[in-house]
């Protein structure tokens, strides 16, 4: 199987729901770091305070898919 390797940009339509991002981020990273399959689990802020920068990488698609079931 494949490794699964994702980036991307999170991407907040306003500071409300960046204040929401901010308030789960933590947690949301903590858990996925602690799943099976989990190599690489990554989001930090960029210059822009509605945006982050995400980085992931699972070991499989399973993994990942599992990830995003959670």
Do not use: K, Y
Request: proline share 4%; net charge negative; with cysteine.
């Amino acid at each position: 199987m494949r490794e699964v390797r994702l980036t991307g940009l999170l991407v907040c339509r306003d500071q409300n729901e960046a204040d929401l991002v901010a308030q789960h981020l933590l947690t949301h990273v903590a858990l996925t770091r602690l799943e099976p399959g989990c190599l690489i689990f990554a989001v930090n802020p960029t210059s822009d305070p509605l945006v982050w920068h995400v980085e992931e990488r699972f070991t499989d698609e399973t993994a990942f898919g599992n990830h995003q079931q959670r």
